[in-house]
């Protein structure tokens, strides 16, 4: 799959940007998604034992944004899954506390707003979390973070072979490839994100399961992401049998946060917010942590199948840090 994400790139780019530029573009940014879901499956220690080894296969970083290390420790983090859609405690959480909901702008609060549509997730999501997220890494970098500034000198070492490749191997303007490519990239892994998780009270509530789509294969199958987070050490292509062979469980675990394809999710979310933007449940503010219940369904898959992130990132390797 790597070898492939690769060739699609490169001969897009080479092959296929001189005669149909527009339609070279759109594959260059199915390319750079793919290479997000490959990343995704190096940073839970696939497909060598090995996190160099691994991490080097993905070392060029096609989407231009994110730097890997910092990814890998963020999302590690992310599968905590008792802290999942906290706002300060699941990096990956798409809602505010209530206490600093009311400290934004107007303005601000009606781009986060349409930001919960699938439309706004899709259109103005990847500027919004490209803008977030540098923010937050240049804080921690400011704030004498050194394993945040080792991971963006590492990302500025991929950057430039692969910025090279694009201005004089591909011909495109960085900027065009940026705005297109690159975005669309994040766009269309926004589709799978968007909905991936609610808040609920029971923690195995939190996570979806979208059971077929033609945009699967793009996803690594993550749209069984509830299995996935259960099951963090299954390689992508074992998702769907172990899927299938107990379904029934898995949707009951759950408690039906369940979509039959993202079509469905296209029909439902297009135009109108999956939920508000305020957390429902968790947190008010920075200090301030509402009582809850922590539950996980007494069904979960056997303890040799399951690890913990910190578990999962010890595979006869160093930790993310590296």
């Known amino acids: 799959m790597l070898i492939a994400c690769y060739a699609t790139w490169f001969a897009a780019g080479v092959y296929l940007y001189p005669s149909t530029p527009i339609v070279a573009l759109v594959v260059l940014g199915v390319a750079i998604a793919l290479h997000s879901s490959l990343q995704h499956e190096v940073l839970h220690g696939h497909p060598t034992r090995f996190a160099r080894v691994n991490e080097a296969l993905v070392f060029l970083p096609l989407g231009l944004v994110y730097p890997y290390r910092s990814y890998k420790k963020l999302h590690l983090q992310h599968h905590a899954d008792e802290r999942l ?9 798409f809602y505010k506390a209530t206490d600093d909901w009311r400290t934004h ?3 601000l609060r009606k781009l986060l707003s349409w930001n919960n549509t699938l439309l706004g997730r899709v259109t103005l999501g990847p500027p919004l979390m490209v803008i977030g997220f540098t923010m937050a890494q240049w804080r921690a970098i400011a704030g004498g ?5 080792s991971a963006w000198l590492l990302h500025a070492a991929g950057l430039l072979p692969t910025v090279l490749i694009i201005e004089f191997a591909f011909g495109i303007p960085l900027w065009l490839y940026a705005l297109t490519s690159a975005y669309l990239g994040i766009s269309l892994i926004s589709v799978r994100s968007f909905c991936e998780h609610q808040w609920s009270e029971r923690a195995d509530g939190r996570t979806i399961i979208v059971e077929t789509s033609i945009l699967a294969p793009l996803f690594l199958y993550n749209n069984l992401h509830f299995v996935h987070h259960k099951l963090p050490n299954a390689p992508w292509y074992r998702l769907p049998m172990l899927y299938r062979q107990r379904r029934e469980e898995w949707r009951l675990m759950n408690e039906g946060y369940v979509f039959r394809s993202y079509l469905d999710i296209f029909k439902a979310f297009l135009f109108r917010s999956k939920e508000p933007v305020v957390h429902p ?4 503010g920075n200090t301030h942590l509402v009582t809850t219940v922590m539950k996980t369904s007494p069904g979960l898959p ?4 399951i690890s913990s992130p910190e ?7 160093r ?4």
């Open 319 to 322: 930790p993310a840090d590296v």
């Open 281 to 284: 449940g968790l947190r008010l």
């Open 311 to 317: 578990q999962h990132d010890d595979i006869d390797r």
């Open 302 to 305: 056997p303890l040799s199948e």
């Open 145 to 149: 973070d050194r394993k945040v500034a």
């Open 85 to 93: 859609t906290d706002p300060y405690d699941d990096p990956e959480s």
């Open 105 to 107: 702008p107007v303005v």
